[in-house]
């Protein structure tokens, strides 16, 4: 199966940031089938992606903080082999830079053995709290966008 | 096995308030085993409890409109049968008065044979919104106690 | 923001399966920012799915009976206004004709006054108990198949 | 509050087995009363109680490999002040020595205070695969409590 990637990057961009943590699947997170239910890899990717907000900063809470929520736009999971119970996981966690306002952000399931059992993405929009779009960045996330530009982060 | 009985009524004491609902038990709720979960009945409870308070205007929404929340502060369940994936159960509910300042439900998880599948209870303490006890029950809910005590309800 | 289409159809193929369920917004389905939580679409579309593959006899269950598992591969949602808790909303699943090994739904959650909420799709392998891919239709899902075509369902 | 005792433990008998770990709140278990869901705790209790279990080569799958499973007959829980989002928690889980055939755990979440934030309780029973109850317990599961009442895990 080839590699599947959710976003490109243009040339002069920032790599993504990253970051893993690592969870192991709960009995009641397992099926009739033996197997994680589908559904529960939402909050796999939660898990990471809520780790690499506040490791810089730029997690929900911080833009609440800032008078702005950041709800889910759209959510994609590929599901490549399934997770089973008792046994750990790593969930990474990559962010990648965009002149949108916007937050990107893809998601790799793997085992102790580096093989991937996974892949997803969401994007998540800006919102301030009259539920109004933000076309721009608000100034506290494009400054940390500046820093991360510039190499500074 | 004997009938359980959670909360013991005293005379004079109106009649329990009841309502029922029903629900499917979901693939995603079903363990391993393939029986459902046994943290979900806490679920399967609450759409009984909500489905009597609102019915009555004494529900978790009628309660913060006031003023006030209603957290649980016990619940207990007996598993008597498992439940099924695919199967419709009837949930029952059933409020008790009592002088107190608090909410005493038991509920009952029955199949279409009538045959019962789980007991269990919550009891909710009433507080304001600066998280203090309250010791009697908040106007609006005794005169609600008041019409039940008089068979006005 | 425009109709999103996840299947295409080809010319000569019979028209989508449909199937419609009903389903309330559970209290801890909610999440601190007062709505829906994002993972939790997926027993939504599942409601709906499961709904449509017993109507018809094609569902999780009806495969396992002939020896097949229909693991999903691939999940999509797209948010476009948010759930509210309590409030009753409708999930239309549609099952697309496809000549692959594999079963094509897609969704739509609708409220009362038939607003779209959200969209997605899930798209399901056909393994067997070996966990063989399989390339072909199994024979009682091609014989399915073929009365859908000749529009004798 | 006075202390709950769930278990009476009977003079001779040995001390109770322990077994602690540690869970973070997770955004999609908090409730829109912004507090950890009351039905969650389930999950909590099942971590302490899956680790004490496999530590002691007594937990369920190891039930299972000798031909029995161990379903849960009655769950309490005593919320005594509520978990908050994001922070991370002790689960103290004790298993009890008991003459009968089952397996009587007691629960405890504390924060990094050492303030305890609710505390519980499972009973669970012993049923061989055609679903009847034992009397006695099995025998590897009797090997290990002479171990226990002789000192010797």
């Known amino acids: ?6 976003f490109t990057r243009c040339a002069g961009e920032p790599a993504p940031l990253e970051k893993s943590v690592r969870r192991v699947v709960r009995f009641n997170e397992v099926d009739p089938m033996n197997i994680m239910w589908h559904g ?82 969401t994007v998540q929009l800006i919102l301030d709290k009259e539920q109004n779009l933000l076309l721009a960045k608000p100034a506290f996330f494009e400054a940390f966008c500046q820093k991360w530009r510039g190499g500074k982060l």
């Not at 199966?1 to 959710?6: G, L, P, S, V």
């Not at 898990?47 to 690499?52: F, K, Q, S, T, Y």
């Open 1 to 6: 199966m080839k590699r599947i990637e959710y």
């Open 40 to 121: 529960h890899y939402a909050s796999f990717f939660e898990d990471a992606r809520i780790a690499l907000g506040d490791a810089y900063g730029i997690g929900y809470q911080d833009f609440y903080r800032h008078g702005f929520i950041i709800p889910v736009r759209r959510m994609q999971i590929d599901y490549l082999s399934p997770l089973q119970f008792g046994r750990e996981y790593e969930i990474k966690a990559r962010l990648f830079y965009t002149e949108a306002a916007r937050l990107d952000y893809d998601f790799t399931v793997l085992d102790e053995t580096g093989s991937v059992h996974a892949r997803g993405c």
